[in-house]
């Protein structure tokens, strides 16, 4: 029975990788590291940093990650704005200057977009992220858990 399930397994098609899966699967790769490194170039300026056309780089977002490219970027850009708003670092003193950091400039389409997304405004992650560590009252004075 394991020898017929085996064989079942093993005879499907193989599918072999293209050149231009190969292709895009590079293009996808290389926009990926320059999110991570400019996060706030646009469309245009990431298109010429890859070498490829505005066009290609929508198809290739489109059939791999299911949205256009200039979505894909939003989204980053506010799991990145989630991430520093639930750091509780300094660096994220106001919900207003993490935005702006990460390329936000419609404050208030950005509050409801984030709150659509993350299912609570961003100033309440801030202040939750703010109290991170406390996790006991002692006489009144914050223990502060110590990694």
Do not use: W
Not at 41 to 63: F, M, P, Q, V, W
Not at 103 to 126: C, H, I, K, M, Q
């Amino acid at each position: 029975m394991i020898e017929a399930l085996v064989e079942c397994l093993a005879t499907g098609p193989v599918e072999e990788e293209t050149g231009t899966t190969a292709r895009h699967r590079a293009i996808l790769a290389r926009f990926e590291d320059l999110l991570r490194s400019q996060p706030l170039l646009g469309i245009a300026e990431i298109c010429g940093a890859l070498g490829a056309s505005e066009r290609t780089l929508r198809d290739c977002c489109n059939k791999h990650l299911g949205m256009a490219p200039s979505h894909y970027r939003r989204l980053r850009a506010m799991e990145l704005v989630h991430r520093a708003l639930q750091s509780g670092s300094p660096d994220a003193s106001s919900v207003t200057e993490v935005e702006r950091r990460y390329g936000f400039r419609d404050l208030g389409r950005f509050a409801a977009n984030y709150r659509a997304l993350f299912g609570e405004l961003p100033s309440v992650t801030l202040r939750r992220g703010s109290h991170r560590g406390v996790t006991a009252l002692t006489l009144g004075r914050p223990h502060v858990k110590v990694s």
